[in-house]
């Protein structure tokens, strides 16, 4: 699916084409992604990245947790080369809001919740520390943005 950058981006953003085989825009998300299953990222697809791109970022978010934005997976520093391959570490990684540093799938308390896949092309690779969290990722990138696409994938757990 093709997104419009948001809108305090800078005109010349390009938009990235997003998408997994696994799961379409605003569908359920497989079980096998989630922490009812084996809890592993879904593989995904990058089209449209601009020829400048020296790096993609990734961050994963719910923007319908209780308690505000829940950030599951930061990735910085990806190869542009359009694939993220399942269950993989395609660049650095940051800390999420579970306080690790790797990929937390879906697991919500209650309802149905967004899950946005957020990708990033950069016109440089990002020098950051392990530990950065996602407010940390998006001021080092935050002059940098030459692409945007998201994907969002959707989440119930069936709780008895």
């Known amino acids: 699916m093709m997104v419009q950058a948001p809108a305090y981006f800078s005109q010349d953003i390009k938009t990235l084409k997003v998408t997994s085989e696994m799961f379409h825009n605003k569908t359920y998300i497989p079980l096998k992604y989630t922490c009812d299953g084996a809890d592993i990222n879904p593989p995904l697809v990058i089209e449209n990245i601009p020829q400048k791109t020296k790096s993609l970022v990734l961050i994963v978010d719910d923007p319908d947790a209780p308690s505000g934005t829940f950030t599951h997976w930061i990735v910085w520093n990806i190869l542009p080369s359009g694939k993220i391959k399942e269950n993989s570490i395609a660049g650095n990684e940051g800390m999420n809001s579970f306080r690790q540093q790797h990929y ?5 308390p209650s309802g149905i919740h967004h899950y946005i896949f957020k990708i990033y092309a950069l016109d440089k690779m990002l020098e950051l520390a392990a530990t950065s ?6 001021k080092a990138m935050n002059e940098h943005i030459i692409g945007y696409g998201e994907l969002i994938g959707l989440y119930k757990r069936n709780l008895n």
């Open 133 to 138: 969290t996602k407010k940390e990722v998006e």
């Open 104 to 108: 937390g799938g879906p697991c919500p």
